[in-house]
């Protein structure tokens, strides 16, 4: 049994610690998707992909789990799709969406909804979507928000990597642009008042999820993260995960989380965006590049 058919367990966690939020997330409302960033394909923008021309028209190009029977098909079906998504020069997904110059074949998220990134430490990829989202969004749209104990990691996650491991002061992250809000603390304990704010902002009319950066390296973290927002996730959120595959242990963890999820969610459906590297099953040690972006169709 996988921890999201348990999920009624950490629902009445929630509820009892917090009464309202419970009765409040089964009867909200998303709110749509509406303002697009301001950009123009252009003659000079490049691909950037390996393999040229490569859209998002074909169905067997989609994730879900109509095209796997277990978690090893699903790796295998993960694999295969990352082979055709593989960006030029080793291109790691967050700097294709938010640092080089514009592609004409990358899915850039809206402006609107909410940009969460989980897992800040010192700040270096937040401050690569903030200030994109600045210059396409407009400084007066809405902040990204970026989650972190500050403590390191709740639990051991791989070797060399014991709990603590991470562990930051919040100070550190101090020169964050001005449309970035921190939120210190564990995701459990800040991410339902904070969902609690932002949709008694909105009237109650709950904004969905844009872009979602899951930093969170170990199991429970990005667990507690899918629970949480995963009814939020609409087509066009864009999912990156930054240690998704390439370490010997990856499939205990992020990998796990998002094969429990798609499994428990039969019309959830996700297409790669890009990946640095092609995804080894069994890595025998650390790959450097461990990134997968998605984008829900």
């Not at 610690?17 to 923008?45: A, D, F, W």
């Not at 939120?183 to 008042?193: D, H």
């Not at 969902?195 to 902002?201: A, E, F, R, S, T």
Request: hydrophobic share 35%.
């Amino acid at each position: 049994m996988s921890d999201f058919d348990r999920v009624p367990i950490l629902s009445r966690r929630i509820s009892r610690e917090r009464p309202s939020y419970g009765k409040q997330r089964m009867q909200h409302l998303l709110c749509p998707v509406l303002q697009r960033p301001n950009i123009t394909p252009n003659s000079s923008m490049n691909s950037a992909y390996h393999l040229p021309n490569i859209g998002f028209s074909s169905e067997n190009e989609t994730i879900s789990n109509f095209h796997y029977r277990n978690y090893s098909d699903f790796k295998l079906l993960l694999q295969s799709r990352i082979a055709h998504r593989l960006l030029h020069h080793g291109e790691l997904p967050i700097n294709a969406l938010f640092t080089n110059p514009l592609f004409i074949d990358i899915p850039y998220p809206s402006c609107d909804g909410l940009w969460l990134e989980f897992g800040v430490f010192r700040g270096e990829s937040i401050c690569k979507s903030a200030n994109w989202k600045a210059k396409y969004c407009g400084n007066s749209s809405n902040p990204v928000f970026g989650f972190d104990s500050f403590q390191g990691l709740p639990v051991d996650w791989r070797p060399n990597y014991p709990r603590g491991h991470f562990s930051l002061n919040s100070s550190a992250t101090s020169y964050v642009p001005r449309n970035v809000q921190l939120v210190a603390g564990w995701f459990i304990n800040t991410l339902p008042s904070f969902l609690q704010n932002i949709d008694h902002h909105y009237r109650d009319c709950s904004p969905p999820m844009t872009y979602l950066h899951v930093d969170s390296d170990v199991y429970d973290s990005a667990r507690d993260i899918f629970y949480l927002l995963g009814n939020r996730l609409v087509p066009g959120s864009i999912i990156v995960f930054d240690e998704l595959t390439n370490y010997p242990t990856y499939d205990k963890h992020e990998m796990k989380v998002l094969f429990e999820y798609m499994s428990s969610h039969a019309n959830f459906r996700l297409r790669v965006i890009g990946a640095a590297t092609p995804m080894y099953l069994e890595p025998t040690q650390d790959i450097h590049y461990q990134s997968v972006a998605f984008i829900v169709v």
